[in-house]
């Protein structure tokens, strides 16, 4: 299935270390900047669907500010047990200085 391509926020309004969720079609996806890499993902953590946004940015990894579950941005992986639970992240793209997102929905 093709992804969709989707404009998530100008990139001038995520600084480097910021976190935002941006909500499309019911998608809550997370947007992380960290040093001026771009990641995104779904802004819903595995264990009790803590908003993964609003928790704590370190290198490369987010931490639930619900219960502490942790995951690596790059690849969505937990990294911390359960190990081998992931998250879906969405390749990025910056286009005429907007952060996009490809996202396969699946079920369309
Ligand atoms: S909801 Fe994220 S760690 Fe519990």
Redesign the pocket.
């Known amino acids: 299935m093709t992804p969709e391509r989707l404009a998530l926020l100008p990139l001038a309004d995520l600084l480097p270390g910021q976190m935002k969720c941006v909500v499309v079609d019911g998608l809550p996806i997370g947007v992380a900047n960290v040093d001026g890499q771009v990641y995104a993902f779904d802004d819903a953590?595995r264990?009790?669907?803590?908003p993964l946004s609003s928790g704590v940015l370190i290198n490369d990894t987010v931490t639930?500010p619900?219960?502490?579950?942790t995951y690596r941005l790059r690849s969505g992986k937990a990294v911390v047990p359960p190990v081998g639970i992931r998250i879906r992240v969405y390749p990025v793209v910056i286009i005429e200085g907007v952060i996009c997102a490809d996202v396969d929905w699946g079920d369309k």
């Open positions: 953590c264990h009790e669907g803590g639930c619900w219960h502490g579950w």
